[in-house]
């Protein structure tokens, strides 16, 4: 099957305060029934929604070729996605889902195990009512499909020591009925808010970068200091999606840097985001 998928960034950009939406098309060995998809679908949709990022689900065999997203990620599920009672034999292997790497380059292409996912949760199923366990590994599934888009959206291989982009998680942590967020005190993208300047000027996305205190990391041009990487690159664009999305990821340390270099911690407006996005990838 030919896969043709649109997604732009130049030339498609939100209205003031709405993040554009990523594209997920998903794929499955084995098809779960409704309610394990739903399941799996809300999990991985309420946990990136505290990035403010919203999730429009595709399903890979249904591509209309007119369809333009600004953001797109492709998962496929290997094994049997369903709750049945077989619990496929352990393997060695503890990589439950992984994220396409080239050179370097983080694509948009994930995989999650589905049996192996199953066999790992195992012990935390034992003696639970079928339909709760069914709950529970749709539940897992979708911690995991929420791993690997933070890996895609925020364009980065790096872990954190805790949070749902971890390295590695236990079986209780992928079932249990809270998950490892970071809260608020590392909250940078103020979500549901539109911007609002003093006397109403006109503020464009370079004027915010240096409004918001960027510059003291990343430099006027948000070309990277010896504080924080570059923001703009030849050929590497971001997408409001993308940038909430890093914003998300990175907080923690970037609350903390701006301790360390005693600057004020950074706090973007979900309404700024569009204007920021325009500057780093254009330069106004």
């Known amino acids: 099957m030919r896969l043709v998928l649109c997604c732009l960034v130049l030339g498609m ?10 594209a997920v098309y998903t794929s499955f ?8 998809l739903a399941a799996l679908r809300e999990e991985t949709s309420t946990i990136l929604a505290r990035l403010g990022v919203r999730v429009e689900w595709r399903t890979l065999d ?3 070729a007119n369809e333009v997203w600004v ?22 292997s503890r990589r439950l889902g992984w994220t396409h790497v080239t050179d370097g380059e983080v694509l948009p292409f994930a995989e999650v195990d589905c ?6 949760l195992a012990p935390e199923l034992l003696g639970i009512e079928r339909k709760h366990a069914g709950q529970r590994f749709a539940r897992a599934l979708g911690r995991v499909v ?7 959206l925020g364009r980065t291989t790096h872990h954190s020591a805790r949070g749902v982009d971890q390295a590695g998680y236990t079986a209780r942590e992928l079932a249990s009925d809270r998950f490892l967020l970071e809260e608020s005190p590392y909250e940078i993208l103020r979500r549901g808010s539109i911007a609002s300047h003093a006397g109403g000027t006109a503020v464009n996305g370079s004027s915010l970068f240096r409004e918001r205190g960027c510059t003291a990391c990343h430099g006027a041009g948000a070309e ?12 590497r664009f971001f997408s409001t999606v993308g940038l909430a999305a890093r914003l998300g990821i990175g907080a923690k340390a970037m609350v903390h840097k701006a301790k360390r270099v005693k600057v004020p911690q950074p706090s973007v407006d979900e309404g700024e985001i569009a204007l920021l996005v325009q500057f780093l990838n254009t330069g106004n």
Do not use: M
Request: proline share 12%; with cysteine; glycine share 14%.
């Open 224 to 235: 990277g200091t010896r504080n924080g990487p570059a923001l703009r690159a030849a050929g």
């Open 71 to 92: 953001e797109v990620a492709v998962v496929t599920f290997k094994g049997g996605c369903d709750d049945s009672g077989a619990v496929p034999p352990a393997r060695p």
């Open 115 to 120: 049996g192996l996912v199953r066999s790992f």
């Open 62 to 64: 249904k591509v209309r």
């Open 13 to 22: 950009v939100p209205a003031l305060g709405q993040i554009a939406p990523v």
């Open 146 to 152: 929420a791993h690997e888009l933070y890996h895609i």
């Open 29 to 36: 060995q084995h098809q779960p029934h409704p309610g394990l």
